[in-house]
């Protein structure tokens, strides 16, 4: 059974991460942000060093590894029956982030609809990183060399994915605007 998939798709600070909390809490959506799955991780283990090493620097954690935590988080979300995935649709951010990743999940997702949150004022996402570094103590946005590098990492690795889904599942969203116009501009466009 492929999961009923919807991703939220964009650069670092296009707010994939605050649309997709606000729609996980919408019965019949589960979300799972791949950032938090690792952000999660005990830091102390092989897989949390792993994660430390690469998102320090502002690079991606290898596609095997990402993929292996992720599958297993969402593994257990299903025994845990947070995740219904005959009722549930699937709400992702941060995953996947390049076409091999796309290719593994190929098996296990069936993506319905992708929602590309365009933010073209890099300066909106320099400012939105700042703070969420400040307010949430991430350490992956707190400086601006190190959201230059995960742009550039998007730019070169992630953003190559949205060709790699068909034309008519994607939507481009304007990232600019307020949340809540963003989560209604994303809801007018699912049909259950």
């Given at each position: 059974?492929?999961?009923?998939?919807?991703?939220?798709?964009?650069?670092?600070?296009?707010?994939?991460?605050?649309?997709?909390?606000?729609?996980?809490?919408?019965?019949?959506?589960?979300?799972?942000?791949?950032?938090?799955?690792?952000?999660?991780?005990?830091?102390?283990?092989?897989t949390g060093r792993i994660f430390m090493e690469y998102s320090s620097k502002g690079q991606l954690v290898p596609d095997a590894i990402t993929?292996?935590?992720?599958t297993n988080f969402i593994k257990n979300m299903v025994a845990l029956e947070r995740y219904k995935p005959d009722l549930d649709y699937l709400?992702?951010?941060?995953?996947?982030?390049?076409?091999?990743?796309?290719?593994?999940?190929?098996?296990?997702?069936?993506?319905?609809?992708?929602?590309?949150?365009?933010?073209?004022?890099?300066?909106?996402?320099?400012?939105?990183?700042?703070?969420?570094?400040?307010?949430?103590?991430?350490?992956?946005?707190?400086?601006?060399?190190?959201?230059?590098?995960?742009?550039?990492?998007?730019?070169?690795?992630?953003?190559?994915?949205?060709?790699?889904?068909?034309?008519?599942?994607?939507?481009?969203?304007?990232?600019?605007?307020?949340?809540?116009?963003?989560?209604?501009?994303?809801?007018?466009?699912?049909?259950?």
């Amino acid at each position: 059974m492929k999961f009923k998939t919807i991703l939220l798709f964009g650069a670092p600070g296009s707010g994939k991460g605050t649309l997709g909390k606000i729609i996980g809490t919408i019965p019949g959506f589960f979300h799972s942000a791949c950032g938090d799955v690792f952000r999660s991780l005990n830091l102390n283990s092989r897989t949390g060093r792993i994660f430390m090493e690469y998102s320090s620097k502002g690079q991606l954690v290898p596609d095997a590894i990402t993929i292996e935590v992720w599958t297993n988080f969402i593994k257990n979300m299903v025994a845990l029956e947070r995740y219904k995935p005959d009722l549930d649709y699937l709400v992702l951010d941060g995953i996947p982030r390049n076409i091999r990743q796309a290719e593994m999940l190929q098996e296990m997702l069936q993506v319905d609809y992708l929602f590309h949150l365009v933010c073209p004022d890099r300066n909106l996402i320099y400012e939105r990183l700042r703070r969420r570094a400040l307010k949430e103590n991430r350490f992956d946005d707190a400086s601006d060399e190190i959201i230059a590098q995960r742009l550039a990492t998007y730019e070169k690795e992630s953003k190559p994915v949205l060709d790699f889904y068909p034309r008519e599942v994607r939507y481009d969203i304007d990232a600019t605007q307020w949340p809540y116009q963003v989560l209604r501009d994303i809801l007018c466009k699912i049909k259950r």
